[in-house]
């Protein structure tokens, strides 16, 4: 009876998860007339983010939640980019039906809802709180400007929404803020990110560009990153580029698209140039894993990794419950946001994110027994071995599914493809050197 029972619930749990994501090729192809339905996700998030900043929501809160995660990912793996250099936005929709799953799980579950470091209820801060209770009834809690009180709850909604750091909120108490070294001067601060922006566009498109000079690995359908057929040495410094330029490329898209909403909000929505600090701390400074995961590397989707397992390894065992429970929340974030390409799920993922935790636990192993903390030279090549040595098989497993073939820059807005890639293979035509070969020997 048991068995039977088993295999039932087995059946409809299958049902379900098919029902919300299809086999690839159940999938429907996205048109120009049915893309609009990928802006419906957003529309039950913004309001869950409305309620959880709005009193004695918590019951409907709940209630809520599985509508929000069900239209997300019903969306977001049903509907699909067939094209294969397109490919890459199936895995972005992954990315996103994840996020706006943990943002929604994230908003339900805190029955007091989402409080800034002041605040005692949504809206009410410590000091409003403390004259209403010496009796003064009308008292009204904080508010927007007035003279916008008709959109105060949606931009309560996307305050709480964008707010992926927790910069003012009590879920971002203690985060690393790494340190300005623009002008906070509006004028200069802006000229400031707008360097930084043109530097990150131009070394985002250089290093993407090459990455596609790579056979298989430049194209939609993928490949390894190990070429078999290359000498030992010219393998695994090719290898090591990849990786590498890979890692860069993903640094400078964080600043990229960062820069640009700073710009964005500084300098038309009026936004304080303080409220925006580096999203990255030079991680390629890092003299320890601690240093590197914890402030130098982005921040971003801290909260998300919690959600997706940092807060249930916690319940279970404490602090280390909380260390594993993380990265391997991080890692399956990772790994099922690449299952909407299509191509299966892939444990070498996970298992590389899952492998910090441990790594990290090495490092204060270390401390307890010498007395002195992972730094200086030796931390900084231990934190390299880490993740350039480490990392590659997590590179090799996005490249052979088409990473470095998708289309993230048409070539027209590509400098490297229009002048610079050109320019290269023009100065070696004379010399009898593949551009390959020139950037493998380079390495």
């Known amino acids: 009876m048991w068995l039977r029972i088993y295999h039932k619930c087995h059946c409809i749990l299958h049902d379900v998860f098919r029902g919300l994501v299809p086999e690839p090729h159940e999938r429907t192809p996205v048109t120009g007339i049915n893309i609009l339905y990928l802006l419906f996700p957003f529309l039950p998030l913004i309001y869950m983010g409305y309620l959880a900043r709005r009193p004695d929501t918590f019951t409907l809160r709940l209630l809520l939640l599985p509508l929000v995660v069900a239209v997300a990912v019903g969306t977001y793996f049903r509907f699909m980019w067939t094209e294969p250099h397109h490919n890459i936005y199936n895995w972005g929709q992954g990315l996103l039906a994840e996020a706006i799953s943990a943002k929604a799980i994230d908003f339900a579950w805190r029955k007091e809802g989402m409080l800034k470091i002041d605040e005692v209820q949504p809206g009410v801060t410590k000091k409003t709180h403390a004259v209403k209770a010496n009796g003064d009834a009308h008292t009204k809690p904080a508010t927007s400007d007035p003279a916008t009180s008709s959109l105060t709850w949606l931009y309560d909604a996307l305050e709480v929404i964008l707010s992926n750091r927790g910069f003012g909120w009590k879920f971002g ?41 790579v056979p298989d690995v430049g194209t939609p359908h993928g490949g390894t990153i190990f070429k078999a057929e290359l000498p030992f040495f010219y393998r695994y410094t090719l ?46 400074q890092s003299d320890s894993l601690h240093i590197f995961w914890s402030k130098r590397w982005h921040q971003i989707l801290r909260e998300i990794f919690f959600v997706f397992g940092g807060f249930f390894g916690k319940s279970i065992a404490g602090k280390f419950g909380l260390l594993f429970g993380t990265f391997i929340g991080s890692g399956l974030y990772h790994e099922l946001s690449a299952y909407a390409l299509g191509r299966g799920f892939d444990t070498i993922v996970p298992l590389f994110f899952a492998l910090q935790a441990p790594l990290l636990l090495c490092e204060k192993v270390w401390y307890k027994y010498t ?28 490249h052979m599914r088409g990473l470095g073939g998708g289309l993230m820059l048409p070539p027209s807005l590509s400098p490297a493809r229009q002048f610079i890639i050109p320019s290269i293979r023009y100065s070696l035509n004379g010399t009898g050197t593949d551009i390959l070969e020139f950037i493998v020997r380079s390495t």
């Open 239 to 284: 290898s090591t580029a990849i990786h590498v330029a890979t890692g860069s490329c993903i640094l400078a898209a964080f600043q990229l698209f960062y820069d640009f909403i700073t710009i964005f909000a500084v300098l038309l929505l009026g936004s304080s140039p303080s409220a925006w600090p580096p999203v990255l701390d030079h991680p390629w």
């Open 371 to 398: 007395g002195y903390r992972v730094s200086g030279l030796y931390g900084r090549l231990w934190v390299y071995f880490c993740i350039i040595i480490l990392g590659q098989p997590l590179s090799n497993s996005w």
């Open 173 to 213: 108490m203690g985060i690393h803020v790494p340190r300005e070294e623009r002008s906070l001067k509006r004028n200069s601060f802006l000229f400031a990110t707008f360097i930084s922006f043109v530097g990150n566009y131009m070394i985002f498109d250089l290093l993407e560009s090459l990455i596609k000079l």
